[in-house]
């Protein structure tokens, strides 16, 4: 491929000596550290051939691989020749002996299974639900095998499509983590506490504006809004109304969605205690969304977006109560209307101190007072006795009307 010396292109059987020699020549000189491998189609099935002899390979980021060559040539023969399995198997018993003849490589050999299970380095696999070159399922069972440290992303779109701008992030920020430097940990932790933008290298201080909205989020809200760009979901968040408040608290507003398409909320940045040595998989960053379909509470990771709980919506031009509250073990309570609360264990590793705004979607929402007190009388009005016993005898799950 490419300038590369040779008669004949093996699919990854001599391709991945090749691979081997721009892996040594880095490393000769003296100036690489780590080494991560990113390779799609014939070039992902190339770097698995190579990852088991090389165990120093730092990470690999593996976008359509196939697991054997004999398999991928009978589904492509029924797929687009319709061609009977018994035929494409004597077409290649017939082409075997002659690429072993003239090429030197027994095709029989180009197996991905015979390398996952031996391969240790970390590796995040990518297949695309439309693909019917590689059938998405090659990449899902490969990552079943997989030996090492794996993550699977499934993507819209075929064989040839460009990636999301997600899924790229996604994985410059898994081969980061894989690196495991102390400069890039460091950056890593700022950029999933919203403080640094990993891929601009900064935090803008400005942000879209929609019309008609109140952007009074502050430049926190601002900065917070931009880091988020990377979840589509948040990519048109809007903050408003910028609170900062110490746990425990209670903060509430009336809220109005006026179209079936309208989603809005409050969006909650805790501060880590001074002694806590990392961010990841804490969630720092809560989402908490209504809709007319759910109301849903979620927590921001590093690169996803997961659902934490989730209960009933409300109707389309309804005004009801949103009431979200926290006490100093971190335990979140959100009650929409007359609902029953949501209840989440956030965990106490955090400081008391809290950001929050109003948080806007997409659509239409019209917000009533947002009333935002802290202090323990507070909750025990607003949540009642039972939370707080709970709270302080550690005991159930106890919930109480807000």
């Known amino acids: 491929c490419g300038l590369a010396e040779g008669e004949y292109i093996s699919l990854g059987w001599f391709e991945r000596d090749d691979l081997a020699l721009c892996v ?46 004999s398999l991928l040539a009978e589904e492509l023969a029924r797929g687009y020749a319709k061609v009977p399995a018994w035929m494409v198997r004597a077409v290649l018993t017939l082409v075997r002996s002659i690429i072993q003849a003239k090429a030197d490589f027994d095709i029989e050999e180009l197996k991905a299974f015979d390398h996952v299970s031996c391969s240790f380095s970390p590796a995040l696999f990518v297949a695309a639900t439309g693909d019917d070159f590689i059938l998405p399922h090659h990449a899902q069972e490969l990552h079943e095998a997989y030996q090492g440290e794996k993550e699977l992303h499934m993507v819209p779109g075929d064989h040839n499509s460009a990636r999301p701008e997600a899924c790229r992030r996604k994985a410059a920020l898994f081969l980061c983590r894989t690196f495991h430097d102390s400069r890039l940990d460091h950056l890593l932790e700022k950029h999933g506490s ?21 952007m009074d989020g502050g430049e926190d809200g601002a900065a917070v809004c931009q880091q988020m760009q990377v979840f589509p979901s948040l990519r048109r968040m809007i903050l408003i109304r910028q609170r900062r408040c110490r746990r425990p608290f209670v903060a509430s507003t009336a809220i109005r969605l006026l179209q079936e398409q309208s989603e809005a909320g409050f969006f909650i940045r805790l501060e880590p205690a001074v002694d806590a ?56 309570h959100l009650q929409l209307g007359c609902e029953a609360n949501l209840e989440v264990d956030v965990g106490a590793t955090f400081r008391e101190e809290v950001s929050l705004w109003l948080m806007l979607l997409s659509g239409q929402t019209t917000f009533g007072t947002l009333t935002v007190e802290d202090g323990e009388a507070t909750l025990r009005e607003n949540l009642g006795d039972i939370v707080l016993r709970s709270r302080h005898l550690g005991d159930g799950s106890a919930t109480a009307s807000l």
Do not use: N
Request: hydrophobic residues 45%; glycine residues 10%; contains cysteine.
């Open 194 to 214: 919203g403080l640094y933008d990993i891929f601009s290298g900064a935090v803008p201080k400005t942000q879209p504006v929609r019309e008609g909205a109140e």
């Open 24 to 69: 040594d020549y880095l490393r000769s000189l003296g100036r690489i550290s780590k080494i991560a491998i990113w390779g799609r189609s014939m070039g992902a099935f190339t770097a698995l051939l190579h990852a088991d002899r090389d165990p120093s390979i730092a990470g690999l980021v593996l976008d359509s691989p196939f697991t054997s060559l």
């Open 277 to 332: 040595d990392r961010l990841q998989g804490l969630p720092h960053m809560l989402v908490l969304t209504v809709s007319c379909s759910a109301l849903i509470v979620s927590r921001v990771c590093d690169d996803a977006l997961e659902t934490m709980a989730a209960g009933a919506g409300i109707p389309v031009r309804e005004t009801q109560s949103l009431v979200v509250g926290m006490d100093r073990v971190g335990r979140l």
